[in-house]
């Protein structure tokens, strides 16, 4: 057992990298003294809460610079936000998600030689949402030959895109046709405490296919290549079979108690604040809009001198070199980082957009509107304001057959969720941000993260031929879905 455990260690080694230049969210305090014989059901919680916490800080650290919704303030250097990647930009995200895809594959081997069907599909629904995510940021990854060190397996090839989601959504398949909904999970279960109730093992059923729905339609232009508007169909005309989230309670969120383990991903909620502003770009839809969400979001923004309270007001990103500012904006709300709180990795109204979006174009039956405005509604409760039939029949807000439109409140409602709003923009163009004068890369949305630099020096042959496949290995090389 301590051999296996060791060339675990090593193989994971492998395919992770060091950087000293990152905020990325990737400590791990393990106590390796403490080692006990493992089973699938010990390994659940601790991998789910991490992944949960990762995803928080992505959001935190990436997603609110890259798409506009916060940004370092003051600040003038090059940060993210205005589109400023290096080859370390992505490196403790493609450690972190190694780090806890190894302990989901074991969890994976150990409930199959088990035989806990319930376990293993928890197992391949983490996996494909991992994996999926990871995929989406860099492309080509190692899966396929990762962790299979035991096999004398040491240089992993890059799998495909393409090849890694025909996988993981046969992956999500075959997890909806494991779960045993009269049975209760083993183990302790953060989520949806399935361990307690068979319920949550339904949940967990329906969090399974709402993310298949997510994955197919990311790549939904690549129908003809994958089977996607058939597999979408067979989801949405079988919900006996192929459960989906059907209220806000279905959502795939983490509860962050603040007892530990369970504490906040950020230790001190003062941090959360400090050197950032509001994106104006944000704050002047939800004020156009008269969003209630926005107490819930954001602080009031103050004039300079007087300190007067003058409402919601953001900061333009990418403001130009040598721009005065006579007032200091809108923050975001510091009880966003604070316990109790919901690390969010996928929810119902992201799930109500999906299905409009596919009744707008087509694919399947149904009103694109109501699916809209559910989401909408939804997207309101989650963070408990008020929906109202003002709210939704404004000029601004109101569903009116574009896609942009749709795409504006999806934008909304993915805030603080992980990095899906980049994933979003970089497929359909919406929502459209603005250039004020300070961005880099030609003003152009960097489309993925280059591969950390140790590939190239530990795995050189499988590195090269990845590059080569992809067309090169630059923040501006797209991905297969994007093509």
């Known amino acids: ?172 398949e075959k997890a909806n046709s494991l779960f045993l909904l009269s049975e209760t999970l083993k183990g302790p279960d953060q989520m949806y405490h399935a361990n307690e109730n068979a319920a949550g093992v339904l949940k967990w059923k329906k969090f399974c296919n709402s993310l298949s729905l997510r994955m197919l339609l990311r790549i939904l232009n690549k129908d003809g290549e994958i089977d996607v508007k058939n597999r979408i169909n067979k989801i949405i005309s079988n919900p006996a079979t192929y459960p989906i989230f059907t209220n806000n309670d279905d959502s795939a969120f983490v509860l962050a108690t603040g007892v530990a383990p369970f504490d906040a991903p950020i230790v001190r909620p003062q941090d959360f604040t400090t050197g950032r502003a509001a994106a104006e770009f944000f704050v002047d839809y939800l004020n156009k809009t008269e969003d209630p969400r926005r107490p819930t979001f954001f602080s009031k923004a103050r004039e300079l001198g007087s300190n007067k309270d003058i409402g919601y007001k953001g900061a333009p990103a990418g403001y130009k070199s040598g721009t005065k500012f006579t007032y200091n904006p809108s923050n975001l709300n510091q009880a966003l980082a604070k316990t109790p709180l919901t690390l969010k990795i996928m929810g119902y109204s992201e799930l109500q957009f999906i299905l409009a979006e596919l009744a707008l174009k087509n694919v399947i039956p149904g009103d694109a509107k109501t699916f809209y405005d559910r989401g909408v509604q939804a997207s309101l409760e989650q963070w408990n304001a008020k929906s109202t039939p003002e709210y939704l029949n404004h000029p601004d807000v109101a569903y009116n057959g574009t896609l942009e439109r749709l795409m504006m409140q999806k934008y909304v409602a993915l805030f603080f969720v992980d990095q899906q709003a980049w994933y979003e923009y970089r497929r359909t163009g919406y929502p459209k941000l603005p250039n004020n004068g300070g961005l880099l890369n030609d003003g152009k949305m960097p489309v993925r993260f280059m591969y950390p630099p140790v590939t190239r020096l530990q795995n050189p042959e499988q590195y090269n031929a990845a590059v080569q496949s992809m067309g090169g290995d630059t923040y501006n090389t797209k991905v297969w879905w994007e093509k």
């Open 1 to 172: 057992m301590k051999k296996k455990f060791l060339n675990i260690i090593a193989a994971v080694s492998l395919l992770t990298a060091s950087s000293s230049c990152t905020n990325d969210f990737e400590e791990t305090n393990i106590d390796f003294s403490k080692q006990v014989e493992a089973n699938s059901e010990n390994l659940l919680n601790p991998a789910l809460f991490e992944m949960a916490s990762e995803a928080y800080m992505r959001a935190n650290n990436f997603g609110f610079e890259i798409m506009q919704y916060s940004i370092p303030f003051p600040n003038e250097g090059n940060t993210v936000s205005r589109y400023y990647f290096t080859e370390n930009t992505g490196v403790g995200y493609w450690n972190s998600t190694y780090r806890w895809q190894m302990q989901i594959n074991e969890m994976l081997k150990l409930a199959q030689k088990e035989g806990n069907k319930n376990n293993e599909a928890v197992a391949l629904v983490l996996r494909a949402w991992g994996f999926q995510n990871l995929t989406d940021s860099f492309g080509d990854v190692p899966f396929s030959e990762a962790f299979r060190q035991e096999e004398n397996i040491r240089t992993p090839k890059f799998d495909h895109q393409k090849e890694v989601y025909i996988q993981l959504l046969n992956d999500l």
